[in-house]
């Protein structure tokens, strides 16, 4: 079991307004691989980071569209974690919790976390690479096309070298602003705009937690680091809250 410090579960009981950011790590505990981790079968010869690209998808999109249709169902078939599992309880023992989460798979959704922005998107999403309406797209269409423009449908994230929609990107800030506790879960910080969520929230005056099995750009500014994976950590730093501590 992870050290939680008697100070932290202190601060975990005072807290009122607390901003969760999730990052690849806590999916990876359920078996969804890290755009970091080698892929396997057909997808072993390609790197992710040149699939996720709107350069990649003018170029090559029914290759895309295959990539994203293997991911689908890889994600399908894995379940939330106890890390997603012990959010989703956090949530419902503090006064305020926003989750914000790097993940695109919905795991955090299923576990029942209700307060989620999807900062970078959701893969389970569609909308159209033209006009930008959303859309559920034909899975018998190698390039599913929009029925408002007749343009072709991608999945709805962010893919490298695009902008955070700005919807998410102020709710988000916002979240980060007004919260007097701020976690860091299982996300390298190496992302940007998102790495540089736990200096303004330090700057807002929150108390900064790590939960990582490695270290990371983040953790010299952290004033707890919780070395461990999510699944284990979390569901001990929640009993705190419930009366099991």
Known sequence: MAAIPAALKSAVRNARRVCVLTGAGVSAESGVPTFRDAQTGLWAQYDPRELATPDAFLKDPAL???????????????????????????GHL???????T???????????????????????????????????????????????????????????????????????????????????????????PAAGFAEQARRGGAIIVEVNPATTELTDLCDYRLAGQSGVVLPELVDCLSGND
Request: glycine share 10%.
């Open 64 to 90: 895309v569209w295959r990539w994203y249709r293997w991911r689908r169902k890889l994600v399908t078939g894995v379940e939330p974690n106890p890390g997603h599992l012990a959010l989703a309880r956090f």
């Open 102 to 192: 790097q993940n695109v798979d919905g795991l955090h959704q299923r576990a029942g976390s209700t307060d989620v922005i999807e900062f970078h998107g959701n893969m389970f999403v569609d909308r159209c690479f033209d006009c930008g309406a959303a859309g559920a797209a034909d899975a018998a269409e190698p390039v599913p096309t929009c029925a408002a423009c007749g343009g072709r449908m991608r999945p709805g994230v962010v893919w490298f070298g695009e902008e955070i929609p700005d919807a998410a990107m102020r709710r988000a800030t916002a979240a980060v602003a007004a919260c007097d506790l701020f976690f860091s879960v299982g996300t390298s910080a190496a992302v940007w």
């Open 94 to 100: 503090v006064p305020q919790l926003c989750l914000i």
